[in-house]
């Protein structure tokens, strides 16, 4: 299973961002899809996680109401809406791949690259 994680860039303070997360390979199992991000000096944090029938979403307190996570499964593509984004947002953002929806990112067998999410004030 691969993992391309897109649509990270430099965005002011309340604006919006659309991460993508493209899932190629064995997708005929299914999976359920997370976002992590990643901060310099910072642990990996549970963003948030859907399972692959679209029936399960999972959030971290931090982004619920601002962040909205969806699946195309058409597209084999896992979204990230981000709203209202603040300066605490910054990080790099992985998108992870794994049998079961999680907060915990051990439970992800498969990890996209990361894509950069810069946030100014």
């Known amino acids: 299973v691969q993992l391309q994680a897109s649509g990270g860039g430099l965005v002011q303070a309340g604006g919006s961002l659309r991460l993508s997360c493209a899932v190629s390979?064995?997708?005929?199992?299914?999976?359920?899809v997370g976002w992590f991000h990643q901060a310099p000096g910072m642990e990996r944090e549970f963003v948030a996680a859907?399972?692959?029938?679209?029936?399960?979403?999972l959030y971290a307190d931090s982004v619920k109401g601002r962040f909205t996570i969806s699946g195309d499964n058409a597209k084999n593509t896992v979204y990230l809406q981000m709203n209202s984004l603040n300066v605490d947002d910054t990080a790099v953002y992985y998108c992870a791949a794994g049998p079961l929806i999680s907060r915990q990112y051990m439970a992800y067998d498969y990890w996209g690259q990361g894509t950069q999410v810069t946030v100014s004030s």
């Open positions: 390979g064995r997708t005929f199992r299914a999976y359920a």
């Open positions: 859907i399972n692959w029938s679209g029936d399960s979403t």
